[in-house]
């Protein structure tokens, strides 16, 4: 009977989403909304309706149930019979083109799996997602001067000093409220949190803040909340140097002042949440990635932020997969991030004479084979030729058919990277559960 209640619950949840959305076009054909309102309308609505999901649901599976529901519901509303003139037009009359609906119903997931019960890991993010960023939005659409470029438009300082005051108060309150860190903690914390997000939502692209923010602020927030003072205060020195050093550094590598401010943000993040030997592989993606767009453009609209989105997509992916079956997905991760890199460098060789395209890419891929080992000895045991199989995999249809990689580029060779990797984790997980 509970179980029953608790469908019936999330069911009614999705019903009430679509009555938000009816009720917020009904209010813009009475009173004229911008598109822009509209959104953020819907986005504060279901925003402060996610805040409510630790208490409302007393298990974990209706919320999961809930947001796939969602998705489901969110994918139908991009139809054009719904997203041009029916409710779906509240979240798709803006513009610019946004995944921001899908993310955000992603992102309540994600976070609630990876929150594993901690309120504070939970409500803080969503809480800023949902009203930060609104704050940033409608400050910035209604009082907004002074502009910054971002690869799809344009944003306000205004709309970011919205962001980072209202974030500021809400991360005191929340840490004050729902965590019992010192409280010369709560401040620095507080600042890093306001700071930080400021950044990943300046300089998102295509809604990705959505997903990105609370996210990011999850992970930052379960591995540095306990963290002396003196360490928050080197964190906080130590993400301004480096957005300085990559803003005067991005002409000379040929990358836009956005892409170098988003490259940094997420290194920081890797930087901040795990050890050194974790890291390596995946700043080598980034590093192929870039190197590969700068040498073998292709026709994605936005190829420098592309491999961004795909390696923490990949990054939250395989903690989702951690929490879900109990195996450590480190070595997946891992092997991953190999494979990406190897990608991304057959790419690179591809124009060259064979000779050398096959020499190059071989040299590579050992080097890096080399390296995965070397960083990861209790996780990757002595499986080298699963491993070269992995690098094979993610470099043979790059090397052999570049043209194919005009298009979706990321997406394809972060695809490729994943084959090998993801058997392996479904593998382990039939031994742990004695499926094999």
Same mark, same amino acid.
């Given at each position: 009977?509970?179980?029953? @209640?608790?469908?019936? /619950? ?14 917020? &076009?009904?209010?813009?054909? !009475? ?8 959104? &953020?309308? =819907? ?49 798709? $009359? ?13 992102? #309540?997931?994600?976070?609630? @799996?990876?929150?594993?019960?901690? /309120? ?36 306000? #300082? ?29 401040? /620095? ?20 803040? +959505? ?37 005067? !550094? ?16 997420? !290194? ?9 030997? +974790? ?28 491999? =961004? ?32 890199? #190897? ?15 096959? $020499? ?6 050992? $080097? ?69």
């Amino acid at each position: 009977m509970v179980a029953l @209640l608790q469908i019936a /619950l999330a069911v009614g949840s999705v019903v009430v989403l679509l009555g938000l959305m009816a009720v917020v &076009k009904r209010s813009a054909n !009475a009173y004229g909304l911008s598109p822009e309102v509209q959104r &953020k309308l =819907v986005h504060i609505g279901s925003g402060c309706y996610a805040l409510t999901l630790p208490w409302l649901f007393p298990e974990r599976w209706p919320v999961y149930m809930l947001v796939g529901l969602t998705l489901a519901v969110m994918l139908v509303l991009r139809m054009p019979r719904f997203s041009k003139g029916g409710i779906g037009a509240t979240l798709h $009359a803006v513009e610019r083109r946004s995944y921001g609906d899908l993310l955000l119903a992603l992102a #309540v997931g994600v976070v609630f @799996l990876l929150a594993d019960g901690s /309120l504070i890991l939970y409500v803080l993010p969503i809480a800023i997602l949902t009203l930060s960023d609104a704050a940033a939005a409608l400050t910035g659409s209604r009082y907004g001067t002074r502009f910054f470029k971002v690869e799809d438009g344009q944003k306000s #300082v205004e709309g970011s000093v919205a962001f980072f005051m209202v974030t500021l108060i809400v991360a005191m309150v929340c840490l004050l409220l729902l965590s019992d860190v010192p409280r010369a903690n709560v401040i /620095l914390l507080a600042v890093i949190v306001a700071g930080f997000g400021t950044l990943v939502e300046a300089d998102s692209w295509r809604g990705f803040d +959505n997903f990105f923010l609370p996210a990011g602020l999850m992970v930052f927030l379960d591995a540095r909340m306990e963290s002396d003072p003196a360490t928050l205060v080197a964190i906080m020195v130590l993400f301004c140097v480096a957005i300085w050093v990559a803003l005067r !550094a991005a002409p000379m590598l040929g990358l836009t002042r956005h892409a170098a401010r988003v490259y940094i943000i997420a !290194a920081f993040l890797l930087v901040s949440v795990t050890t050194l030997p +974790n890291i390596i592989l995946p700043l080598l993606v980034f590093v192929t990635h870039a190197v590969s767009c700068r040498l073998r453009p292709c026709r994605a609209v936005y190829p420098e932020l592309d491999g =961004v989105a795909a390696m923490a997509l990949v990054s939250f992916g395989w903690l989702a997969s951690e929490q879900i079956t109990g195996n450590n997905a480190l070595t997946q991760y891992g092997l991953t991030a190999m494979g990406m890199s #190897v990608g991304f460098a057959a790419l690179i060789v591809a124009g060259w004479p064979a000779a050398w395209r096959w $020499a190059g890419i071989a040299m590579f891929g050992a $080097a890096v084979v080399w390296l995965y080992h070397a960083l990861m000895p209790f996780n990757a045991g002595g499986w080298v030729w699963f491993t070269l199989a992995a690098a094979a995999v993610a470099a043979l249809p790059p090397l052999m058919l570049p043209n194919q990689f005009q298009t979706a580029r990321t997406a394809k060779v972060s695809a490729l990277a994943l084959v090998l990797p993801v058997v392996a984790s479904l593998w382990a997980m039939g031994i742990s559960k004695g499926w094999l």
